[in-house]
């Protein structure tokens, strides 16, 4: 069984739309993530959550809003997509009290026509 | 604004050969951690050495740390074709407290290993 698994893992939009990535882990950690890894590998935090809670929230457009309906999914909406938005959107899982990232998803490849 | 910059970008080595990977960042830190990333995966933690440590081993990687030149560096002794991957180091730059997992990344290392 996958522990951090992420759907879909490929998504290809036109400009404008409105899409969801879904996170899922089963590992009974507390906090999940997402990253945005851009075209040159550089890998940078969007989102974290503790326990459903926000805990981390960066410069990210508000286009981007995250929900946690519980500490097992951390869901990412994207609102009016943009082409800059092309990315591959990597979901995490962590223990808080350890500081450091445990486990990845595959990572979601979007790309915006 | 970019915290660990990694050096080489690409590395090319022949199986059984070390491969040596650097890693320079900015700011305090409480740790720097090092990741792995196949392609088209996500990344594995391979290793967390703290502020206060100098060196630090996990099977054939080795991991050493000079905060008085905010450097790193990753050893993989003799390397293997399975260990063909991006190489990530990472900051913990939350300076007296938990970061809980906002690291800041650099861009990379791609190492390719020759059979």
């Known amino acids: 069984d996958t522990a951090v698994s992420q759907t879909p893992k490929y998504l290809v939009t036109q400009m404008g739309n409105d899409k969801s990535i879904k996170c899922e882990q089963n590992?009974?950690?507390?906090?999940m993530y997402w990253y945005k890894q851009d075209s040159k590998k550089f890998l940078k935090i969007m989102f974290s959550?503790?326990?459903?809670?926000?805990?981390i929230n960066e410069t990210v457009p508000n286009r981007f809003s995250p929900k946690s309906p519980d500490k097992a999914h951390l869901n990412l909406h994207i609102n009016s997509l943009e082409l800059g938005d092309s990315a591959v959107y990597f979901c995490?899982?962590?223990?808080?009290?350890?500081?450091?990232?445990?486990?990845f998803g595959s990572g979601t490849r979007l790309t915006v026509v | 604004s970019q915290q660990g910059e990694e050096d080489p970008q690409a590395l090319s080595i022949q199986e059984g050969e070390n491969a040596t990977m650097n890693c320079s960042y900015k700011t305090s830190i409480n740790n720097l951690q090092w990741y792995r990333q196949n392609s088209g995966r996500g990344l594995v933690h391979l290793i967390l050495i703290r502020s206060n440590e100098r060196e630090k081993h996990s099977g054939r990687l080795r991991v050493t740390l000079d905060t008085s030149k905010k450097s790193s560096s990753l050893l993989i002794t003799a390397s293997r074709a399975a260990d063909t991957a991006s190489y990530f180091c990472a900051t913990d730059d939350y300076a007296g407290g938990t970061s809980y997992g906002k690291l800041t990344f650099g861009q990379g290392t791609i190492l390719t290993v020759h059979p």
């Open positions: 995490a899982s962590s223990q808080r009290r350890t500081g450091r990232l445990g486990t």
């Open positions: 959550y503790n326990n459903k809670e926000l805990i």
């Open positions: 590992l009974g950690h507390d906090t």
